[in-house]
């Protein structure tokens, strides 16, 4: 199986600033890693895939990048409504397997 | 619109069975992959099953051989049938429809499972 180590496990950070997330594959995944958002009590929303193609509707705020074992999310300039968790997700292959999540708190 | 609606969840004791529902609207379910994905409370999120668009399946060893993942076609409805369930199944459980090669999409409310004696 795959394994996905996200860091740091969590995040504080003021509204405007730059937060970036990082997402390690324990081998190969070329670019087949998404991210998730996840708020309390509701389901993930899908934010970026392909590594660094921005889902439909996400604000421009959000970029990934990455190949390989190394990705990044970068959230530019936060906003109130970005405090959150985030996950990656690995879909190269089967088991699919998700990082440990990012918590990113209000400083 | 795409809509995922999870129903079927409750408390039920070790050893027992239960069976999710996902009512799709939107889309076709039968024309697309789509998922399970669990999370156990204040915890991270975990992969349980997928269905292709044919009728093949794949399965996260944890829940291999007591779960089982299908769907109504006429019905537009996803199913997970979960037996022999442990106390390690406690989690809420969304559905999910697949974009590409394992991204999941659209994301249901999710249904909470409890498994306790």
């Known amino acids: 199986d795959i394994q996905m180590t996200q860091s740091p496990s969590s995040v504080s950070a003021s509204v405007g600033g730059r937060v970036t997330i990082t997402c390690r594959a324990s081998?190969?995944?070329?670019?087949?890693l998404a991210w998730y958002q996840q708020k309390p009590g509701k389901a993930p929303k899908l934010l970026i895939y392909?590594?660094?193609t921005l889902q439909s509707g996400v604000p421009s705020r959000f970029s990934g990048s990455g190949s390989g074992t190394d990705f990044t999310l970068t959230i530019s300039s936060l906003q109130p409504e970005d405090f959150a968790t985030y996950y990656c997700?690995?879909?190269?292959?089967?088991?699919?397997?998700f990082g440990g999540g990012t918590q990113v708190e209000i400083k | 619109e795409v809509q995922l609606v999870e129903s079927g969840g409750g408390l039920v004791q070790p050893g027992g069975s239960l069976r999710l529902s996902c009512a799709a609207s939107?889309?076709?379910?039968?024309?697309?992959?789509m998922s399970w994905v669990r999370q156990a409370p204040g915890k991270g999120l975990e992969w349980v099953s997928l269905?292709?668009?044919?009728?093949?399946?794949n399965y996260a060893d944890s829940v291999k051989g007591r779960f089982t993942i299908s769907r109504d076609n006429s019905k537009n409805i996803l199913y997970l049938q979960m037996n022999s369930l442990r106390a390690e199944d406690t989690a809420v459980y969304y559905c999910?429809?697949?974009?590409?090669?394992?991204?999941?999409?659209?994301w249901g409310r999710g249904t909470l499972v409890t498994v306790s004696s």
């Open positions: 999910a429809k697949i974009m590409i090669r394992g991204v999941n999409e659209n």
């Open positions: 939107g889309f076709t379910v039968s024309s697309n992959y």
């Open positions: 269905i292709y668009r044919g009728d093949s399946t």
């Open positions: 081998q190969d995944i070329s670019t087949s």
């Open positions: 392909a590594a660094s």
């Open positions: 997700q690995q879909a190269n292959s089967f088991p699919l397997t």
